[in-house]
């Protein structure tokens, strides 16, 4: 599976942003699927998980600002991202695999990663 990311850009501070994030090679219906985000200077992070049935899972910062989505026939990965704010900034990156492994980071297959910058 090869994955894409797009949608990253500059924002201010409350703006929105959506990601995609587009496969080829294989069917994303096979797949859990994942966002992750890598701050300058720190870590790789989860962000949310969705599973192939929908079901999904938010880090605490995220929640009720970021939705996970997908679009099986699209074969895309989406995240709507409202009321953006400076500790968002990052470079955010998908990811396909199991749900549990996704929920640890480690996912089977990563994407390229597309910046995010949220101006205050």
């Known amino acids: 599976v090869q994955l894409q990311a797009s949608g990253g850009g500059l924002v201010q501070a409350g703006g929105s942003l959506r990601l995609s994030c587009a496969a080829s090679g294989r069917p994303l219906s096979n797949y859990d699927m994942g966002w992750y985000r890598q701050a300058p200077g720190t870590q790789r992070k989860l962000v949310a998980v969705i599973s192939s049935g929908g079901s999904t899972n938010y880090v605490d910062s995220v929640k009720g600002r970021f939705t996970i989505s997908r679009d099986n026939a699209k074969n895309t990965l989406y995240l709507q991202m409202n009321n953006l704010q400076p500790e968002d900034t990052a470079v955010y990156y998908c990811?396909?695999?199991?749900?549990?492994?996704?929920?640890?980071?480690?996912?089977?297959?990563w994407g390229t990663g597309t910046q995010v910058t949220v101006s205050s």
């Open positions: 990811s396909a695999g199991f749900f549990a492994a996704l929920l640890g980071g480690d996912g089977t297959y």
